[in-house]
């Protein structure tokens, strides 16, 4: 059954993979945990996950007929089926504002009043209007959602779901599996004549009561919300009082780091292998300092630079920090991603190459033009849904942290401890040396905040461990996690962060039951984040990992970045050698795709 699931077909050429995709969820839920308890723990562990993949197959339902640009696709979703129009490229933040255009167009050729209005909801645009326009708006409304396909429903809140109404055109990618619809929404609230004032029909950020007098302006993008582009310019129009930015509102620049390595390109082979012959250590501490699988490059960057784009609009720059290698796919020329070398960040200090990432985390902070806070991720740290600065910072700059429920191991460090492992003592010593205080918990497996001028100190401060550290090659008993845990309790007991609270999903590739865990975001879109990890595994296993990121991974992140080509290169290369090829014009992809929304008749 596992072996052939994609290809046996059933009932007059259906396949078995697209009648599970069409299972209702809680059958298919029911079916996979029954296999979990029953058959796979009587199965080889190599075959595990092979026929959990069979048993919940992820990916488009119809692999072999991708609906065409243009078309209307009926489409399952949380909001019961719908139809959404097929495009090939888009992010959430194009879709809003091609619902709002289209809205405060309509608006403009009424000859309404409308103003845009501040929204908490990074999804959804808002615009106001006065309540006596109420029946003309519904009837223009109605007509332009009918045109083309879209979708008008009441949007109020309980007890007067009249007083205001959502209006979207919902788009979705060739395979139907990326809906975005109802939650990009732009809602049109009936404010209410009261005396010399308009009442909004609901709370918003800013003002419920705005004076019928007050000036109208024009304002651009990042006021209404902080899920923009920092630098959009896009003005609209709106009520002076909502132009305020209040202390809520976090107006400093956001950097995100990447670390990134390709483990298949021979030149880095070869470095390995010199630096391996010269740290005989390795093999004698512990395998996982050296392991195969802490390098396998399966395009989980790509994808994870996509959830960037797609869910953080509001990203400044893009710094990804590689040993010479750049990817095939990414476009070097686009002005908010610089590739940094571990030569740029070491300077003089620590060892290279350096194949050691508690090594590199200890340089990052070294990275020219780095903001002051920024987000660390890991290239299998995906955002699973359009986020926003305050979730990662508080609007006076301290930096959050995402404490896990497992704990570190309270007994001392020892010869059979993984190198996370004995880093965590490492970082539990100086933070009890120095503060007086016994750190027990780890930290999740999130983008991790960050503040410059917190890594400079700790720098400073642990100066023997932090320089030890960047010396070691390879992972070492010796080490210390700056990034993803010293960093965060350091800056904890000296006032500088605060906890915070994610919605997250952590699964290891290797997992049997990581389909399903995959499944649920996948249907669901309800996680902040999640972590793909990688673990040592037998060559099957990871070839059916790599199977089940390949069929995961493009459903979910369907719609390319502008971070990517067009047109990739033949592999990995070095800056060096990408530099001294003939500059070549091409095609390039669009820093930002319309909806290919049609205009209101």
């Not at 995906?382 to 995402?402: A, E, N």
């Amino acid at each position: 059954m596992a072996g052939s699931a994609d290809v046996r077909r059933k009932d007059g050429g259906v396949t078995l993979r697209r009648i599970l995709r069409r299972t209702p969820w809680p059958v298919r839920r029911r079916m996979f945990q029954t296999a979990q308890r029953r058959i796979l723990p009587r199965t080889a562990p190599e075959r595990r996950l092979r026929i959990a993949r069979a048993l919940m197959p992820l990916g488009r339902a119809r692999r072999d007929r991708a609906a065409a640009p243009g078309r209307l696709m009926r489409v399952r979703t949380r909001h019961g089926r719908l139809g959404a129009r097929v495009v090939t490229t888009t992010s959430p933040v194009e879709v809003r504002r091609a619902n709002l255009d289209r809205v405060a167009e309509a608006l403009e050729m009424a000859g309404v009043d409308w103003f845009r209005v501040p929204s908490a909801d990074p999804g959804r645009t808002t615009v106001g209007v006065p309540e006596s326009e109420r029946g003309l708006m519904l009837g223009l409304l109605t007509g332009i959602a009918r045109r083309d396909h879209g979708m008008l429903r009441a949007a109020g809140p309980p007890g007067r779901h009249d007083r205001v109404v959502a209006a979207c055109w919902p788009v979705t990618d060739p395979g139907g599996n990326l809906v975005l619809g109802p939650e990009y929404a732009c809602e049109v609230e009936f404010w209410r004549p009261e005396g010399h004032a308009l009442l909004a029909p609901r709370p918003n950020p800013v003002a419920t009561t705005v004076p019928a007098a007050e000036p109208v302006t024009a304002a651009a993008e990042p006021v209404f919300g902080a899920f923009s582009e920092p630098d959009d310019a896009t003005a609209y129009r709106t009520r002076r009082v909502f132009t305020a930015l209040g202390p809520e509102r976090i107006d400093f620049p956001v950097d995100v780091v990447y670390t990134w390595v390709d483990g298949a390109d021979p030149a880095w082979q070869r470095r390995r292998a010199r630096a391996l012959a010269q740290n005989p250590w390795v093999a004698r501490v512990n395998r996982q300092a050296a392991n195969d699988s802490r390098w396998i490059n399966r395009d989980e960057l790509r994808y994870s630079m996509r959830a960037l784009h797609c869910f953080a609009p509001w990203v400044r720059h893009v710094h990804l920090v590689t040993d010479d290698q750049v990817p095939a796919w990414l476009d070097l020329s686009h002005p908010r991603l610089t590739v940094v070398t571990h030569r740029e960040i070491f300077g003089d200090g620590g060892r290279l190459p350096t194949f050691n990432s508690q090594a590199i985390e200890s340089r990052l902070h070294r990275i020219p033009g780095l903001a002051e806070h920024f987000l660390y991720l890991n290239d299998d740290v995906f955002l699973g849904r359009p986020v926003t600065p305050d979730l990662f910072f508080t609007p006076g700059g301290l930096t959050r942290f995402f404490p896990s429920s497992s704990l570190v191991d309270p007994a001392p460090r020892g010869p059979g401890d993984r190198p996370a492992d004995a880093a965590a003592k490492n970082n539990r010593r100086l933070i009890r040396e120095t503060f007086g205080r016994v750190l027990s918990r780890k930290m999740m497996h999130t983008p991790h905040p960050a503040r410059r001028s917190v890594l400079l100190e700790i720098e400073e401060r642990f100066a023997e461990a932090v320089r030890g550290t960047a010396g070691h090659q390879f992972r070492h008993p010796e080490d210390v996690s700056m990034l993803s845990s010293l960093q965060q309790y350091y800056a904890y007991l000296t006032g500088r962060a605060t906890p915070g609270q994610i919605r997250y999903r952590y699964t290891e590739l290797a997992d049997p039951v990581t389909p399903l865990r995959l499944a649920r975001p996948l249907r669901t879109r309800g996680v902040d984040a999640f972590c793909l990890n990688d673990v040592d595994a037998a060559d099957a296993v990871r070839a059916e990992q790599q199977a089940l990121l390949a069929d995961f991974l493009p459903a979910y992140l369907p719609f390319a970045s502008p971070f990517e080509l067009r047109l990739p290169r033949g592999g990995t290369v070095s800056p060096a050698a990408l530099a001294a090829l003939p500059r070549r014009p091409g095609p390039r992809r669009p820093a930002t795709a319309p909806a290919a929304l049609p205009p209101v008749a």
